[in-house]
């Protein structure tokens, strides 16, 4: 339905910054939100952040004021800078782009994933 790619991920000390990105090609459906979520082994995927076409966004509980999340609508490119690193932010961190297809049927997409690792 739709191709992203991310990248950004690595390792950093606590304290540290990272910045990943994601860019969307080939949709077939009209892109309205993007965002990001993290996965750790055996939890659930929880949310990070998520921003509208219109420039909304929304955070998780846990890295509001440290991360931001931004988009580039020309570029179908969303970007999450990661401030104030802590260890329990490691994570795999999912991209997903979500909307409407011709049909007005929500259609949505995730990345393929990229690991951020905080050190202590």
Do not use: H
Not at 86 to 96: G, S
């Amino acid at each position: 339905q739709v191709q992203l790619v991310e990248s950004g991920g690595g390792l950093v000390q606590a304290g540290g910054s990272l910045r990943l990105s994601c860019a969307a090609s080939r949709s077939i459906f009209r892109i309205n939100t993007m965002g990001w979520y993290r996965q750790v082994p055996a939890k659930q995927r929880e949310l990070v952040a998520t921003v509208t076409e219109g420039g909304s966004t929304n955070y998780g509980d846990s890295v509001a004021g440290r991360f931001t999340i931004s988009r580039d609508n020309a570029k179908n490119t969303v970007y999450l800078q990661m401030n104030d690193l802590k260890p329990e932010d490691t994570a795999v961190y999912y991209c997903k782009a979500a909307g409407l297809n011709d049909y007005g049927a929500y259609r949505s997409a995730w990345g393929q994933g990229t690991q951020v690792t905080v050190s202590s």
